[in-house]
């Protein structure tokens, strides 16, 4: 099975702070990753597919970049309405359809 | 609009059963393949089981294997969880996520409102 970690899994940081997460997959996944945000009590919402393809209606301030094993989701200035969970995702395979441990985004 | 709708969550006890239901809308949903994602109190989140929009491929995480069924009624627009031998560790909350093709591997991109399944004695 593909394994996928991300780091950090607490992140603490300020409104207009540049924020990155990494994602690893235990194998080649190519580009097929896909970036969520999840606030508490509420589903999770499609930001990135395709590694770095922004799902429409996302503010452009979410970017997500990377190939085969190695992946970031970029938050370039951090916004009130930022801190959340976030969770990477690979679908390169039935492995199953794996996700990331997920990144908590606090307020510093 | 797309719209899914989780239903049948509840109390059960160990060993017992449960089915869930999605009901899909805003899109056509036989054209989609669709999944079941959990999420347990406190922790990430993990796929459960899928569907391709035919019904012809099915697919279990090693966890449910054997205990859990998923299956579609196209023509009601509807996605089914059949759940039995439930443990305490499938306490989660279930969510049903829409693919973004018929068939092979794809992401979700858009979820629904989730339902509580209580696995207790």
């Known amino acids: 099975d593909i394994q996928m970690t991300q780091s950090p899994s607490t992140l603490s940081a300020s409104v207009g702070d540049r924020v990155t997460i990494t994602c690893r997959a235990s194998?080649?996944?190519?580009?097929?990753l896909a970036w969520y945000q999840q606030k508490p009590g509420k589903a999770p919402k499609l930001l990135i597919y395709?590694?770095?393809r922004l799902e429409s209606g996302v503010p452009s301030r979410f970017s997500g970049s990377g190939s085969g094993t190695e992946f970031t989701l970029t938050i370039s200035s951090l916004q009130p309405d930022d801190f959340a969970t976030y969770y990477c995702?690979?679908?390169?395979?039935?492995?199953?359809?794996?996700f990331g441990q997920g990144t908590k985004v606090e307020i510093k | 609009e797309v719209q899914l709708l989780e239903s049948g969550g509840g109390l059960v006890q160990p060993g017992g059963s449960l089915r869930l239901s999605c009901a899909g809308s805003?899109?056509?949903?036989?054209?989609?393949?669709m999944s079941w994602v959990r999420q347990a109190p406190g922790k990430g989140l993990e796929w459960v089981s899928g569907?391709?929009?035919?019904?012809?491929?099915?697919y279990y995480a090693d966890s449910v294997k054997g205990r859990f069924t998923i299956s579609r009624d196209n023509s009601k627009n509807t996605l089914y969880l059949q759940m039995n031998s439930l443990r305490d560790e499938d306490t989660a909350v279930y969510y049903c996520?829409?693919?973004?093709?018929?068939?092979?591997?794809?992401?979700?991109?858009?979820w629904g409102q989730g339902t509580l399944v209580t696995v207790s004695s």
């Open positions: 805003g899109f056509t949903f036989s054209s989609y393949g």
């Open positions: 569907i391709s929009g035919s019904v012809d491929s099915t």
């Open positions: 996520a829409k693919g973004v093709t018929g068939s092979g591997i794809y992401n979700f991109d858009h």
């Open positions: 995702q690979q679908y390169n395979s039935y492995s199953p359809w794996a």
């Open positions: 395709k590694a770095s």
């Open positions: 194998q080649s996944i190519n580009s097929w």
